[in-house]
């Protein structure tokens, strides 16, 4: 290529007063287009190179590689009291239905199909019922006012439990690929001991449901959503409470959840990406270098400008008018 050029501009240096009249001299710019015509083939042959060695790849929609597939573990609470019937805006829902009903619009409202589900169900100890799935449906059926209470033996509820559960099922996850998501009426915590959360986890979710104000009774007590403990576990955990007990989950702290914390688009580029780039404009630059060159390439303009040659076509013809009159006469 680069002998090429060489002869190539010999050749011009020959012509170079034809071409560029008496400076002899193109454009300025004009001089690299030896030079850009080297980078862009060059880019091109590096380009098609890596193509035809790479292992061709298949996209399919929005599917991930396994590598890059997010997490959500559901911590949910299972405990008699998620049975009364006080939740939801008209308050005729049980505190499971409404969980259920902002689950479903999350799953709904984010690409679930990036995602892998687990849901541990939580009472006076922890139980993981679907760990890593990534059929939807199942969570749905689990949500669905199944009974889970009768696993457990009556006790208090222990919420510390579920989390820790949650914190040993995401630990060995990539950092930041996973969010948790309590789902609760409340309970009373302890001043110490909450679970740590492990790097893995890169957003944690509160959501009250049941009726804060008047509640229900069961056991003998008055049970309703303890909103204060709820939002002093996101507090702790470094996370968000929501009260779900009559709107679903915003849109703002949605689109939270589903930023990755990985690398920013261009860290993501691979060597696919770049050899499709290089193909990309070492074409355009050959393919656009000749049109500039042809347009651009010299401010010299050999012959009669336009308007001189109309303005001598025009006095030639007003001169043969007037010697065709004074034939005439």
Not at 39 to 44: D, E, S
Not at 112 to 136: C, F, H, K, M
Not at 220 to 247: C, K, M, P, W, Y
Request: hydrophobic share 40%; glycine share 8%; charged share 20%.
């Amino acid at each position: 290529m680069l002998g090429a050029e060489w002869l190539h501009a010999r050749r011009c240096r020959r012509l170079a007063y034809l071409a560029f009249g008496p400076t002899r001299r193109p454009a300025t710019w004009a001089r690299l287009a030896p030079l850009l015509r080297i980078i862009a083939a060059a880019a091109m042959c590096w380009g098609m190179v890596t193509l035809i060695l790479l292992e061709p790849k298949v996209h399919r929609g929005d599917e991930l590689p396994e590598s890059e597939m997010k997490h959500a573990v559901l911590v949910l609470d299972v405990s008699p009291s998620m049975r009364l019937q006080d939740a939801g805006p008209s308050a005729l829902q049980s505190r499971m239905q409404r969980a259920s009903d902002v689950m479903e619009s999350f799953f709904k409202r984010v690409a679930i199909q990036q995602y892998r589900l687990s849901v541990v169900a939580v009472y006076n100890g922890a139980i993981p019922v679907v760990v890593d799935t990534n059929d939807v449906d199942v969570v749905r059926n689990i949500l669905s006012d199944l009974p889970m209470h009768y696993a457990f033996v009556a006790g208090k509820t222990n919420i510390f439990s579920g989390l820790e559960e949650a914190a040993r099922i995401a630990r060995p996850w990539k950092p930041r690929s996973a969010t948790v998501i309590l789902v609760s009426d409340g309970d009373t915590i302890p001043a110490t001991g909450m679970p740590k959360m492990p790097a893995s986890v890169g957003n944690v979710v509160v959501v009250g449901v049941g009726d804060p104000v008047t509640g229900g009774f069961i056991d003998g007590r008055q049970s309703r959503q303890d909103t204060s403990t709820l939002r002093q576990i996101a507090v702790r955990l470094g996370g968000t409470f929501h009260n779900g007990n009559e709107n679903h989950l915003s849109t703002g702290l949605l689109n939270k959840l589903t930023k990755t914390g990985t690398s920013s688009k261009l860290e993501q580029l691979t060597r696919r990406e770049y050899a499709l780039i290089c193909c990309g404009l070492g074409a355009m630059i050959y393919a656009l270098l000749p049109f500039l060159l042809h347009y651009l390439g010299t401010r010299w303009n050999p012959g009669v400008p336009r308007q001189e040659a109309v303005s001598s076509r025009a006095n030639s013809q007003r001169q043969q008018g007037e010697g065709s009159a004074l034939i005439s006469k």
